[in-house]
């Protein structure tokens, strides 16, 4: 593999986000009552393996002391080669791709990973053993370094580590498992707890490493953060416009048995006549007064405004640099069989300002049930309306009630607050709401998301506008990912197949 090859591979590895702490914090806030720090990135991750049954070694019993890797003459055994593979796997699992590939059927998570091609030469396993392996680096190299700067886990670290520990020996009680037998369900027969707390704690001081490395070093003027914007503004940019879209396939036909039948060249080019025909018509519709939503409603064709940057024909008329407020057109896309009316009529950056929150997570977990009993939405909606009504009216008679009830680990210690939360941060419905036209500060509301009821408090916004946060992100993204890069290259693996070859399903 070419030296150019293999640093992308890595860069897409390390894109995962298995040891990239800051990449892990910023899709744990997307949800607010997820954990938002690493602690909880490594140890909640079992949490959902076990609940899908994914993750179960079955590999006999096996000499914990077998080597599986050795980086720079530091040999790690199989059960550690084993708790990097299963993050790596967890990690997978818990990212937008591998949740489309296991909803999809891409990868198949009842059936063993080594009878699943990845691509071409590597199978599942295989992939996850080749990540497993470069994180190992990773940790090795940060940790190394930390201890070399002075980087520790302070008390106040490892006391939320402990708490962690404490909430998985519940999970595994709770499911029926001793702590270890637990460990051994997610690792495999040799992991035990004593190398699974070592390598977390590792991994922690690794992520802390990388965040006191990025913050003191992936730092950037207002000038280099303006001209990246520059440079990529179409990904940066809103466009207020229309899009209508005419199907121009042809009916679809059957034969005499259900059989689809293919349509004739004939066939095809009626239908784009006649959709062009359609286009046409709303255009000089448009032109002459008419309302173009009506006018998509009248010919029973699709209309959105949702504009995004693209590389598909509408993409890039609407973020063409020429595009001027008024300009209307109909396009043809042959390959897709349609043609589109547009309106373009505003292009501006993305200055959603930033915000801070407070907020309740109410769940089931708040309510008393009897022994059997399923909780309603109803139910919880009214347990939130309830804890609202006590509020006695201040920000922190708000935050003592968050501590209180909110079932979201991530802030029910600390009042519930989230801090600076950039747009798209939250999901959709807790984001909306601050966002709301006329939100100020001090409001309150209950919204409901797929996790519950949030109770919120708008403490207010903030001053970074959003394109100027993303610019930012993606620079120190991008450093981050090649010093990542450049501090795996910085020590050697071997691996013992022997060992290697005990791990994995």
């Known amino acids: 593999m070419s030296a150019s090859r293999e640093k992308k591979k890595r860069q897409e590895l390390l894109a995962s986000g298995t040891v990239d702490p800051k990449a ?69 699992l818990n990212s937008d791709t591998g949740y489309f590939y296991a909803i999809t059927g891409a990868l198949n998570t009842q059936a063993s990973l080594k009878s699943q091609n990845y691509s071409d030469d590597q199978t599942w396993d295989d992939y996850f053993k080749e990540q497993a392996v470069e994180n190992m680096r990773f940790v090795h190299a940060a940790t190394a370094a930390a201890k070399e700067a002075g980087v520790t886990l302070e008390s106040a670290e490892l006391e939320d580590f402990e708490t962690g520990l404490a909430a998985l020996k519940e999970t595994a009680a709770k499911n029926g498992y001793s702590y270890k037998a637990y460990l051994n369900v ?62 121009g396939a042809p009916e679809a036909k059957t034969d ?12 095809k080019a009626a239908a784009m006549a006649a959709a062009k025909e359609t286009a046409d018509a709303i255009l000089a519709g448009y032109k002459d007064g008419g309302d173009l939503e009506a006018l998509a409603d009248e010919h029973g064709v699709g209309y959105s405004t949702n504009i995004t940057y693209s590389s598909s024909i509408t993409g890039q008329w609407f973020y063409d640099e020429s595009r001027r407020a008024g300009d209307a057109a109909t396009l043809e ?145 991008a450093a981050a990912s090649d010093w990542q890069v450049e501090l795996i290259d910085s020590v050697t693996a071997e691996v013992d197949a022997g060992g290697m070859n005990l791990i994995g399903q």
């Open 333 to 477: 896309n042959q390959s897709g069989s349609s043609y589109y009316v547009v309106l373009f009529n505003s292009r501006e950056r993305d200055e959603a300002l930033d915000y801070n929150v407070r907020h309740i997570l109410v769940t089931k977990d708040n309510l008393e049930l009897a022994e059997g009993e399923e909780a309603t939405d109803d139910q919880i909606l009214a347990k939130a309306q309830e804890i609202l009504a006590s509020w006695d009216g201040t920000e922190d008679g708000f935050a003592s009630l968050a501590n209180q009830y909110s079932q979201d680990g991530g802030s029910n210690t600390n009042g519930g607050l989230y801090e600076d939360v950039a747009k798209g941060a939250m999901v959709p419905a807790f984001q909306n709401w601050c966002y709301e036209d006329g939100r100020k500060n001090g409001d309150t509301g209950i919204v409901a998301s797929d996790y519950g009821q949030h109770i919120m408090y708008f403490v207010g916004y903030g001053s970074t506008p959003y394109w100027h946060f993303a610019c930012e992100s993606a620079l120190r993204s």
């Open 256 to 267: 005499a048995d259900g059989n689809a039948v293919e349509a004739t060249d004939e066939e």
């Open 186 to 247: 997610i690792y495999g027969p040799t992991m035990t707890p004593s190398i699974y707390e070592s390598c977390s704690k590792d991994m922690l001081l690794a992520g802390k490493y990388a965040d006191v490395y990025g913050e003191e070093n992936f730092v950037y003027t207002e000038d280099q953060i303006q001209g990246y914007y520059d440079g990529h503004k179409e990904n940066y940019d809103l466009v207020d416009g229309a899009i209508i879209t005419i199907s």
């Open 24 to 92: 892990a914090r910023q899709a744990e806030q997307r949800a607010a009552e997820k954990k938002s720090n690493i602690l909880y990135g490594v140890i909640a991750a079992v949490f959902v393996v076990v609940a899908i049954a994914l993750v179960v070694y079955n590999s006999g019993i096996i000499q914990r002391s077998k080597t599986a890797v050795t980086i720079d003459g530091r040999s790690y055994t199989v059960p550690e080669a084993a708790y990097y593979y299963g993050q790596a796997y967890q990690s997978f």
